[in-house]
């Protein structure tokens, strides 16, 4: 499957970010806006909830022809058949996952440093997901804020090592930084594939709208090679 990176969503389930609204017709929403990925990353619910959720979402992913990836959550990945699942520093190992998924399965790694990024990377990651860009109260771990810069620091050092290995950053981005971020974090060697949002389109009143204000922002970066 050759993956469109663009526009990548990841999911909220919290209360605050949705309001009186259900998960499913939000994504419903962002995907009519042209979202090219989705991410479902859901840290409270159980195990049974999850998968119910995610069958949900998968239906709306498949009726867009784009992938559904799990956060976290192997077992829920293959319990209900998604396309792939995207991991964090500290859960699975990527070997591991790629044994129990198999060769098709989509594995995004998260990396915030050049040492992470070559790991994933030589590991067979799929994707990084590079971040944290900007503070984001989305996720209140201060320690990994890198920047434009530090994306483009590992973005050059991956260049070395991979052709194929996709990116996308995370991490406080919208619609008013969007575009600094794109041309902030290339470099010659390299540059972001995509960018991912949760509040950007879950915190939305307008999640179509949002997407693709985001869409037509990321395709117009004048400066974007
Ligand atoms: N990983 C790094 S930052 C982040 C995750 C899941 C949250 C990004 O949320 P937002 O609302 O797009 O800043
Ligand atoms: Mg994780």
Redesign the pocket.
């Known amino acids: 499957m050759k993956v469109d990176y663009s526009l990548y969503l ?1 999911t909220d389930s919290t209360q605050g970010i949705l309001g009186d609204r259900d998960l499913t017709s939000v994504v419903q929403a962002a995907v009519e806006g042209g979202v090219t990925v989705v991410q479902y ?1 859901d840290k409270t619910s159980g195990t049974a909830e999850l998968i119910r959720t995610a069958k949900k979402l998968h239906q709306v992913t498949k009726a867009a022809s784009i992938p559904l990836l799990i956060n976290d959550r192997l077992d829920v990945a293959l319990a209900m058949g998604a396309e792939g699942v995207h991991i964090g520093q500290d859960d699975i190992d990527l070997p591991t996952a790629r044994r129990l998924l198999g060769k098709a399965a989509i594995i995004g790694v ?1 990396a915030n440093s050049v040492q992470e990024a070559v790991k994933a990377v030589e590991d067979g990651a799929d994707y990084l ?1 590079i ?2 860009v900007y503070a ?1 109260p ?2 209140e771990d201060t320690k990994s804020i890198i920047g434009p810069a530090g994306v483009r620091d590992i973005l050059t050092e991956i260049a070395a090592i991979s052709d194929n290995v996709a990116t996308v950053c ?4 919208n619609a008013s930084n969007i575009q600094r971020v794109l041309y902030q974090s290339q470099s010659r060697l390299n540059s972001l594939d995509g960018v991912a ?4 389109i879950m915190a939305s009143s307008d999640p179509t709208g949002a997407a693709r204000t985001l869409r037509s922002l990321i395709a117009t970066q004048p400066l974007f090679a």
Do not use: D, E
């Open positions: 990841v990353r998260t997901g971040g944290t984001t989305t996720k995370i991490g406080g981005i949002v949760v509040s950007a």
